[in-house]
């Protein structure tokens, strides 16, 4: 498998309710978005005893996104930072980016009134984010201004994270 070298960190919104990473796995399964995970042996084995699915060899991990922040803050991995994401097609990002998902859908014109998850970040999802983008900055050396929204990547065609994420470095 080819190492990811991340040059930017892309935030999203999961426009839905507050599900854990093993359930948008299945979703994303649905989508293709599998990549098999064969080495290093440890890490193979910390996903299966999460849940991902086995495969001969590894684990198959179909999430999208490489990390998964809940509506308490709780921040769940999704793929290995080394793999290709499956959250952002243009401009190549899944293949120079680290994914982060906040569950919830926080656009005011799709999500209106909740019914679709809670309709802004909660506080401990901003808290959990900012620690977490600091550290992903500092290891892989991104600088504040290739933090964005999947919005702001060129030829996007999206308003992930919807107009009620605000996130500044």
Known sequence: ???????FIVIHHTAGFDVPALTIDR??????????????KPLVEEYAKRGFKRVSDGVMVSIGYHYLIRADGCVEKGRPDFARGAHCTAQSMNF????????GNFDSKDNPSGKKGHIAPTLGQIEALKKLVFYL???YQIPGENVIGHKQVKNASTSCP???????V
């Open 1 to 7: 498998m080819e190492r990811l070298y991340p040059r």
């Open 27 to 40: 979703y994303h399964a649905e989508r293709g978005f599998g990549i098999k995970i064969t080495s290093p």
């Open 96 to 103: 120079q980016s680290i994914g982060v998902a906040l569950t």
């Open 137 to 139: 900055m500092e290891i």
């Open 162 to 168: 919807g107009d009620r994420f605000e996130f500044k």
